[in-house]
């Protein structure tokens, strides 16, 4: 009896092989995944990816294998076509599959021959960028699966009788990720190694278990770029190790531009302090000590070969103008702009003596000052160096440098974009549509500003809407629309409510504009946890001492009430939208919209009550003041409730490190506030 089933099986699977299906697991059999010798670690660490999603999906895994003689009836074959032994056998298996690949960046082509699942890829990352898609498209698993907590779905059997993916070179050439103002990701775990800084923010590294996890998220939106942490320092093996990593996963490696060749102000002082010398960060006093500093540094970085994508620039300590840390710095525009003129220059003569490549790819970015010296034509740079513009922060437009200066028809131009940023924001919560993404990459494309793309993304997880809209549009720009992908990722998310929750999200984005006419914006989190505080504390003066309203209250009500509005219009949505999901659907909602509604309307709640606790106090009404004050704790008690509702599960430590919007001072000021009116009340 058991030969006979074995045998009725051997038949079954010769008929699929035969009518040509592909069949990669299934309770009779699982495909094996063939990475040739000749192929990089990075391509057999994205095979290890298909192989753990297979066996989430199914309980089963294909077997990993560098032979074709060593794969069985149904296999897939990775194969990178700069790579002679991986093309040779894509030549053998399919003569001519490839053709149309060779010598082109990034491309790739998936298809089904026979009984096998052909993976060609114009290079390594071509390879691994098919893969992903296929694994996306074919196995429905979210790119972004890890961050928004949404597991791929379990089926027995993963069978097709037909594959076929192709994608030619992508519109922007270098797409990548800063990791920045990263404090919840740091301490969500804490095995990742302390930093060297001196600075309120990034104590600690972040753990290797959650920078893979950024990585292989980046890896499967078809991103090629990353600075994988703010003021990484190679000096600290443990802050090393998040570049190693990244390479390991053939990710190119890039420097914040704070940080030309890897050098911070931080790392500059820890530098010198470790040779017994106090040097302070002034390059008009030491030219030749940071020279040198640069040079050391250069060299740390050239080990990464291939992949790294210099940086260079002149600022100063923490992301602010090299004139606040050196006083000797020209007065001038002028003046200044020729100082950083000639630090690129000295900088770019040391990465052409320790990077062996003809031409090495290398950036600078204008953000702030630089956009405002290189509209005033006060900066030159190096030849072969790309100019990267930067939005005028928060990812809403493009600064006047961008429209206004005349490109150099031999030098390449790209684009520095906020997802987040602390400061204004957005940081716990999103803030930027995919509309508005859209906007600034149109005129991007339009100006043939493709070069290079560089996001700022924070903690990842509040923004995987965001990001994900994003790196579709930067692979392949003219087959995106904004309204088209958002009615997609709803369907793909919430099913037969796809059309509720696509009204919610476009309700949700519309409370960051202030003026939907024009698309000025209104006051994002970070903006408002800023004012907020600052009213707080007038207000707490006001108490103590009785001194005057400085007329703020009255301004941030006008612009507070309409967005309070909306938001709780928002609120109920999702409410009444939730009651009729679950699962990983409900979940998601869950974790991606009613826990940032809950944070973002009672950080607005609370800067509310102190402002009207403020007015009250103008009008003399202690106790609507005191009742105001007192009313700050339910909008506390609200923003923790957004934060317990997100931190479910493996997220349950996500905010710790809540540092750079630090939540928690409102309950201190609250505290304070209280105190005041009672101490008043007594007086």
């Given at each position: 009896?058991?030969?006979?089933?074995?045998?009725?099986?051997?038949?079954?699977?010769?008929?699929?092989?035969?009518?040509?299906?592909?069949?990669?697991?299934?309770?009779?059999?699982?495909?094996?995944?063939?990475?040739?010798?000749?192929?990089?670690?990075?391509?057999?660490?994205?095979?290890?990816?298909?192989?753990?999603?297979?066996?989430?999906?199914?309980?089963?895994?294909?077997?990993?294998?560098?032979?074709?003689?060593?794969?069985?009836?149904?296999?897939?074959?990775?194969?990178?076509?700069?790579?002679?032994?991986?093309?040779?056998?894509?030549?053998?298996?399919?003569?001519?599959?490839?053709?149309?690949l060779?010598?082109?960046?990034?491309?790739?082509?998936?298809?089904?021959?026979?009984?096998?699942?052909?993976?060609?890829?114009s290079?390594?990352?071509?390879?691994?960028?098919?893969?992903?898609?296929?694994?996306?498209?074919?196995?429905?698993?979210?790119?972004?699966?890890?961050?928004?907590?949404?597991?791929?779905?379990?089926?027995?059997?993963?069978?097709?009788?037909?594959?076929?993916?192709?994608?030619?070179?992508?519109?922007?050439r270098?797409?990548?990720?800063?990791?920045?103002?990263?404090?919840?990701?740091?301490?969500?775990?804490?095995?990742?190694?302390?930093?060297?800084?001196?600075?309120?923010?990034?104590?600690?590294?972040?753990?290797?278990?959650?920078?893979?996890?950024?990585?292989e998220?980046?890896?499967?939106?078809?991103?090629?770029?990353?600075?994988?942490?703010?003021?990484?320092?190679?000096?600290n093996?443990?802050?090393?190790?998040?570049?190693?990593?990244?390479?390991?996963?053939?990710?190119?490696?890039?420097?914040?531009?704070?940080?030309?060749?890897?050098?911070?102000?931080?790392?500059?002082g820890?530098?010198?302090?470790?040779?017994?010398?106090?040097?302070?960060?002034?390059?008009?006093?030491?030219?030749d000590?940071?020279?040198?500093?640069?040079?050391?540094y250069?060299?740390?970085?050239?080990?990464?070969?291939?992949?790294v994508?210099?940086?260079?620039?002149?600022?100063?300590?923490?992301?602010?103008?090299?004139w606040?840390?050196?006083?000797?710095?020209?007065?001038s525009?002028?003046?200044r702009?020729?100082?950083?003129?000639d630090?690129?220059?000295?900088?770019?003569?040391?990465?052409?003596?320790?990077?062996?490549?003809?031409?090495?790819?290398?950036?600078?970015?204008?953000w702030?000052?630089?956009?405002?010296?290189?509209?005033?034509?006060?900066?030159?740079?190096?030849?072969?160096?790309?100019?990267?513009?930067?939005?005028?922060?928060?990812?809403?437009?493009?600064?006047?440098?961008?429209?206004?200066?005349?490109?150099?028809?031999?030098?390449?131009?790209?684009?520095?974009?906020?997802?987040?940023?602390?400061?204004?924001g957005?940081?716990?919560?999103?803030?930027?549509?995919?509309?508005?993404?859209?906007?600034?990459f149109?005129?991007?494309?339009?100006?043939?500003?493709?070069?290079?793309?560089?996001?700022?993304?924070?903690?990842?997880?509040?923004?995987?809407?965001?990001?994900?809209?994003?790196?579709?549009?930067?692979?392949?720009?003219?087959?995106?629309?904004?309204?088209e992908?958002?009615?997609?990722w709803?369907?793909?998310?919430?099913?037969?409510?796809?059309?509720?929750?696509?009204?919610?999200?476009?309700?949700?984005?519309?409370?960051?504009?202030?003026?939907?006419?024009?698309?000025?914006?209104?006051?994002?989190?970070?903006?408002?946890?800023?004012?907020?505080?600052?009213?707080?504390?007038?207000?707490?003066?006001?108490?103590?001492?009785?001194?005057?309203?400085?007329?703020?209250?009255?301004?941030?009500?006008?612009?507070?009430?309409?967005?309070?509005?909306?938001?709780?219009?928002?609120?109920?949505?999702?409410?009444?939208?939730?009651?009729?999901?679950?699962?990983?659907?409900?979940e998601?909602?869950?974790?991606?919209?009613?826990?940032?509604?809950?944070i973002?309307?009672?950080?607005?709640?609370?800067?509310?009550?102190?402002?009207?606790?403020?007015?009250?106090?103008d009008?003399?009404?202690?106790?609507?003041?005191?009742?105001?004050?007192?009313?700050?704790?339910?909008?506390?008690?609200?923003?923790?409730?957004g934060?317990?509702?997100?931190?479910?599960?493996?997220?349950?430590?996500?905010?710790?490190?809540?540092?750079k919007?630090?939540?928690?001072?409102?309950?201190?000021?609250?505290?304070?506030?209280?105190?005041?009116?009672?101490?008043?009340?007594?007086?």
């Amino acid at each position: 009896m058991m030969k006979h089933m074995i045998s009725i099986l051997a038949v079954w699977s010769f008929s699929i092989a035969a009518c040509g299906a592909f069949e990669l697991a299934s309770p009779m059999q699982t495909a094996s995944v063939l990475v040739p010798a000749s192929e990089p670690e990075c391509v057999r660490l994205a095979a290890e990816d298909l192989v753990s999603d297979t066996q989430k999906i199914t309980s089963r895994s294909p077997a990993i294998v560098r032979r074709l003689e060593d794969c069985g009836v149904g296999s897939v074959v990775l194969a990178s076509l700069d790579r002679p032994e991986s093309a040779a056998l894509l030549e053998q298996l399919a003569p001519g599959f490839g053709d149309a690949l060779k010598g082109k960046w990034e491309a790739y082509r998936v298809e089904t021959v026979g009984s096998r699942l052909l993976v060609a890829g114009s290079d390594e990352r071509g390879t691994m960028f098919g893969l992903y898609a296929f694994i996306e498209k074919y196995l429905g698993v979210d790119p972004l699966a890890y961050w928004a907590s949404r597991p791929p779905q379990p089926q027995a059997t993963l069978s097709w009788e037909r594959v076929r993916i192709s994608a030619d070179e992508p519109t922007f050439r270098y797409r990548g990720w800063f990791i920045n103002d990263e404090d919840l990701l740091t301490e969500f775990r804490l095995d990742g190694g302390e930093r060297r800084i001196d600075y309120p923010y990034y104590h600690r590294v972040i753990s290797p278990s959650v920078s893979a996890r950024v990585f292989e998220a980046a890896l499967r939106l078809q991103m090629n770029l990353i600075i994988p942490s703010s003021f990484v320092d190679l000096r600290n093996p443990a802050e090393a190790r998040l570049v190693e990593d990244a390479v390991r996963r053939g990710l190119f490696v890039t420097m914040h531009h704070v940080e030309p060749l890897g050098v911070s102000a931080f790392g500059f002082g820890n530098f010198w302090k470790d040779r017994g010398q106090n040097v302070p960060f002034a390059i008009t006093q030491q030219p030749d000590k940071f020279r040198e500093i640069w040079l050391d540094y250069a060299q740390r970085w050239a080990k990464f070969g291939p992949q790294v994508i210099w940086q260079l620039g002149l600022r100063g300590i923490a992301d602010r103008p090299v004139w606040l840390a050196d006083p000797n710095v020209p007065k001038s525009d002028a003046g200044r702009g020729k100082l950083i003129s000639d630090a690129m220059a000295a900088q770019w003569e040391i990465v052409r003596s320790v990077d062996r490549r003809a031409q090495p790819p290398a950036t600078t970015t204008l953000w702030m000052e630089g956009a405002g010296l290189h509209a005033a034509g006060h900066l030159t740079f190096p030849e072969g160096v790309a100019v990267i513009f930067s939005d005028n922060s928060p990812g809403w437009e493009l600064q006047d440098d961008f429209y206004n200066v005349q490109r150099e028809p031999d030098r390449a131009y790209g684009i520095y974009y906020h997802h987040q940023l602390w400061g204004s924001g957005p940081h716990l919560v999103q803030g930027v549509s995919a509309w508005r993404t859209h906007k600034i990459f149109r005129e991007a494309v339009r100006r043939g500003s493709t070069h290079y793309a560089m996001l700022n993304v924070s903690n990842i997880r509040e923004f995987v809407l965001g990001l994900d809209a994003s790196a579709r549009m930067l692979r392949d720009f003219a087959a995106f629309d904004p309204g088209e992908f958002l009615t997609a990722w709803c369907e793909q998310r919430f099913g037969s409510e796809a059309k509720a929750a696509e009204d919610l999200y476009r309700k949700h984005f519309s409370t960051f504009l202030a003026d939907p006419a024009t698309g000025k914006r209104a006051m994002l989190d970070g903006e408002w946890m800023h004012a907020g505080v600052r009213l707080a504390k007038g207000l707490a003066a006001r108490l103590h001492k009785g001194v005057p309203s400085d007329g703020t209250a009255a301004g941030l009500l006008r612009k507070l009430h309409p967005q309070i509005e909306i938001q709780y219009a928002v609120g109920v949505g999702a409410q009444e939208l939730a009651g009729r999901l679950e699962g990983n659907a409900r979940e998601f909602l869950e974790n991606n919209l009613i826990a940032q509604h809950q944070i973002m309307l009672g950080l607005l709640c609370w800067v509310e009550h102190v402002a009207e606790a403020d007015a009250a106090l103008d009008r003399g009404d202690a106790a609507e003041a005191r009742r105001r004050i007192e009313a700050t704790r339910e909008a506390t008690a609200l923003i923790a409730a957004g934060k317990a509702l997100a931190s479910r599960g493996e997220f349950a430590d996500w905010y710790r490190g809540d540092r750079k919007m630090n939540c928690a001072q409102l309950n201190e000021w609250t505290a304070k506030l209280a105190a005041a009116a009672a101490s008043r009340r007594k007086d």
